[in-house]
């Protein structure tokens, strides 16, 4: 099956920093999510984005899927960006990463 | 929006204990499935479902069974729960029947403690 590689596996920032989580997987992928788990555990739809770049407020992905590998960019982080970002990506199944813990603060 | 609940947030059982999850989902999703989550070892796959009264054994189904009587609703069973049982279980549904391919949406998640 595609093996999924997240970097950095820990990040601590200061609140107004901006970040970038990388994704790397094995294989070509039909599907690639990002995901942020919340403290409560449930998973947070981010972007499901196969190819190219999509932007939400703060946050913006872009997966290159010809060089396997995807990037969430956080911008002026909050203190509520905290928690685990999981990528996942699947040829048949979803795949997930290890997850970045993400520590944002004040 | 994509509405996926499932039944507890948190549930406490006793070895040897048979134990029922419910996942619905509300958007007429085709895909259903049901994850693990363990730290260390991420999200597992344990079954998955494309139809109704179907079923697929994911990459950890031991120890576990499923039902998918309607459309909307995957149980996830536990014939005799044990203490390795414990876990945190994720239901997430799908909209078509395409292969993996298509965008999964997460419930809440439940906490499960086998004693």
């Known amino acids: 099956g595609i093996q999924v590689e997240q970097s950095p596996p820990d990040l601590i920032l200061q609140e107004g920093a901006n970040s970038t989580l990388r994704c790397n997987f094995s294989?070509?992928?039909?599907?690639l999510q990002w995901f942020h788990q919340n403290p409560w555990g449930q998973l947070i739809n981010l972007f499901y984005i196969p190819s190219g770049t999509k932007q939400n407020g703060r946050l913006s992905a872009t997966t290159v899927a010809t060089e396997r590998y995807s990037l969430l960019y956080i911008s002026s982080s909050q203190t509520t960006d905290s928690g685990v970002y999981f990528c996942a990506g699947s040829g048949s199944r979803l795949t997930f990463g290890e997850g970045t813990q993400l520590t944002v603060n004040p | 929006d994509v509405k996926v609940t499932q039944s507890s947030r948190y549930l406490v059982k006793r070895t040897g204990e048979k134990v029922f999850l419910e996942c619905v989902q509300d958007m007429d999703h085709e895909n259903m499935f049901w994850y693990r989550q363990d730290p260390g070892l991420g999200l597992r796959l344990i079954y998955f479902s494309y139809d109704v009264k179907m079923k697929e054994k994911g990459d950890i189904p031991e120890g576990y069974s499923v039902s998918r009587e309607k459309k909307e609703r995957f149980s996830l069973i536990l014939e005799s729960a044990s203490t390795n049982q414990t876990s945190m279980y994720l239901c997430?549904?799908?909209?078509?029947?395409?292969?993996?391919?298509?965008?999964?949406?997460f419930g809440p998640g439940t906490r499960l403690t086998v004693l």
């Open positions: 997430a549904s799908s909209l078509l029947r395409t292969s993996g391919a298509d965008e999964q949406f």
């Open positions: 294989d070509s992928v039909n599907n």
